[in-house]
């Protein structure tokens, strides 16, 4: 298993930038498939964004492409999200993922993003 610990969220204007990390444990964490999901109250978690093994390959929801980037490092076992040009419609609470080479899903707490109009 891996412990992941999400931090970097807060309250923003629209328009405005921020940027998520999420903290792994463990020493393999090369090994797994890390992304970004969000859930808004009342709604289902939705993806967000993925980046695969070796860092070179990202996915990316179409709300928002061009907007977010997804990066990892994995000498510090960290998976980073660069918001950028935030809409209030991102508000919601964003989880990290990772996922192993069964398929199997491991998600951190969440942390809080907020975006006033």
């Known amino acids: 298993q891996v412990q992941l610990v999400e931090s970097g969220g807060g309250l923003v204007q629209a328009g405005g930038s921020l940027r998520l990390s999420c903290a792994a444990s463990?020493?393999?964490?090369?090994?797994?498939?890390m992304g970004w999901f969000r859930q808004a109250p009342g709604k289902d978690r939705e993806f967000v964004a993925r980046?695969?093994?070796?860092?070179?390959?990202?996915n990316y929801a179409d709300s928002v492409k061009g907007r977010f980037t997804i990066s990892r490092d994995n000498t510090k076992n960290t998976v980073y999200l660069q918001m950028n040009s935030l809409k209030p419609e991102d508000t919601a609470v964003y989880y990290c993922?990772?996922?192993?080479?069964?398929?199997?899903?491991?998600w951190g707490q969440g942390t809080q993003v907020t975006v006033s109009s």
């Open positions: 463990g020493r393999t964490f090369g090994s797994y498939a």
């Open positions: 993922n990772a996922r192993d080479v069964y398929a199997r899903d491991y």
């Open positions: 980046i695969w093994w070796s860092g070179g390959s990202t």
